[in-house]
């Protein structure tokens, strides 16, 4: 089992940033991909960016070029900092991590954007 802990989000103006964070409990052992995922109201669940043990990152095209993954392997934790926000990126986002090929999702944080 791995509990997940985000903390970072709340309300920010378009041009803004916010910096998330996250950690993961219990060992490293296993945890090879750790990312965010989004939820904006009304929408399904999308994934945001993910990064590998190794550090290659992954992102998805409407945050390409404004948001940046990075993880400290040694703490088990994962952070997104974003800049230049949109309103569109409202959303609640949700830290991921897969261990040993299970995934796991933390409980949520919310970013809202104001225009």
């Given at each position: 089992q791995v509990q997940l802990v985000e903390s970072g989000g709340g309300l920010v103006q378009a041009g803004g940033s916010l910096r998330l964070s996250c950690a993961a409990s219990g060992s490293s052992l296993g945890i090879n991909v750790m990312g965010w995922d989004r939820q904006a109201p009304g929408k399904q669940r999308e994934l945001v960016a993910t990064i590998t043990k190794g550090g290659r990152t992954n992102y998805a095209d409407s945050v390409k070029g404004r948001f940046t993954i990075s993880?400290?392997?040694?703490?088990?934790?994962?952070d997104l900092q974003m800049n230049?926000?949109?309103p569109e990126d409202t959303a609640v986002y949700y830290c991921s991590v897969?261990?040993?090929?299970?995934?796991?999702?933390g409980k949520g944080t919310l970013v809202t954007v104001s225009s």
């Open positions: 993880r400290d392997n040694a703490k088990n934790t994962v230049t926000l949109k897969r261990k040993f090929g299970v995934d796991y999702w």
